[in-house]
C-alpha cells in the first residue's frame, strides 16, 4: 500500500518559473514531512520539512505548504534555475513505540528547470 | 548531520555471487538504515540496523538474502546474496532521527 502519493512524475519549468510537486499522504499518525532533493549518481539531500503543526515552512527559494485536514503538502520552488534541475522525494515519518522513526517516501518527481 | 561514506560507488555482479556494502559515519549513531532504490523508483526500507542486535527487516526483504552487519556505532554492512539481475539497484545507507535523515552516495549494483 503505498502510504504517501506524489505527483507529477515528471515537470518541465522555465527558467525563473515555479515549480510545484504535491504529495498526499493516508496515515494520520505522520508527523514528520520532509522533501528531498536527489541528482544523479548522488544520495538524496534533505531539502526542507516540516510538523503538522505549521501550514507552511519557508527556506529561501523553498516553501513547503501543508494542509493538514485534506492530508496533503506541496514543495513550491521558486524562480527556478537549471540548477534545481533534479528528483523530488515528499516523505512521511511517524514515531513508533519501541522502534526507529523510518521514512516513507513518495515515488520521486524528475524536475527540469530549462535555461 | 553526519557524514556517510559508502562504497563501492559502484559494481557489476555475476549472477550468483554475493556483494558486500559498507557503510561509515563519521560520528556515533543508535539506528542505521538500509534502502534500495530501484531504477526510476522511489526508495524502499530493506532494514533498520541497531549496534549490538539484529536488524530488523521490512516485509518482502529476509536476513538470508541481506543478511547485515552493525559491528560498532560507526559502521554497518549490508550484503546482497546469491545475486540476480532483478537485485540490480542502487543501495543506500542512512543515519538520521527527529531533525532528519542523511544519506550515503549510494552503491549502484548491476547484476549480469
Known amino acids: 500500500q503505498q502510504q504517501v502519493k506524489q505527483s507529477p512524475q515528471s515537470l518541465i519549468v522555465q527558467k525563473g518559473g515555479i515549480s510545484i510537486i504535491n504529495c498526499a499522504y493516508e496515515?494520520?499518525?505522520?508527523?514528520?514531512f520532509p522533501w528531498y532533493q536527489q541528482f544523479p549518481g548522488k544520495g538524496p539531500a534533505l531539502l526542507i520539512a516540516?510538523?503538522?503543526?505549521?501550514s507552511e515552512k519557508k527556506e529561501g527559494r523553498f516553501t513547503i505548504s501543508f494542509n493538514k485536514s485534506a492530508k496533503q503538502f506541496s514543495l513550491h520552488i521558486m524562480d527556478s534555475q537549471p540548477g534545481d534541475s533534479a528528483t523530488y522525494f515528499c516523505?512521511?515519518?511517524?514515531?513508533?513505540?519501541?522502534?526507529?522513526?523510518?521514512?516513507?517516501f513518495g515515488s520521486g518527481t524528475q524536475l527540469t528547470v530549462l535555461p | 548531520s553526519a557524514v556517510i561514506s559508502q562504497k563501492p560507488s559502484r559494481d557489476i555482479c555475476q549472477r550468483g555471487t554475493s556483494l558486500t556494502i559498507q557503510c561509515q559515519v563519521d560520528?556515533?549513531?543508535?539506528?542505521m538504515f538500509w534502502y534500495r532504490q530501484q531504477p526510476g523508483q522511489s526508495l524502499t526500507l530493506i532494514a533498520t540496523?541497531?549496534?549490538?542486535?539484529?536488524?530488523?527487516?521490512e516485509s518482502g526483504f529476509v536476513i538470508d538474502k541481506f543478511p547485515i552487519s552493525r559491528p560498532n556505532l560507526t559502521f554497518s554492512t549490508l550484503t546482497v546474496s546469491n545475486m540476480s539481475p532483478e537485485d540490480s539497484s542502487i543501495y543506500l545507507c542512512?543515519?538520521?532521527?527527529?531533525?532528519?535523515?542523511?544519506f550515503g552516495s549510494g552503491t549502484r549494483l548491476t547484476v549480469v
Open positions: 542512512s543515519v538520521g532521527g527527529g531533525n532528519g535523515y542523511t
Open positions: 496515515n494520520t499518525a505522520f508527523d514528520y
Open positions: 516540516i510538523r503538522p503543526d505549521v
Open positions: 516523505a512521511a515519518s511517524m514515531s513508533r513505540s519501541g522502534s526507529a522513526r523510518q521514512l516513507t
Open positions: 560520528s556515533q549513531v543508535t539506528m
Open positions: 540496523a541497531n549496534q549490538g542486535s539484529e536488524a530488523t527487516y
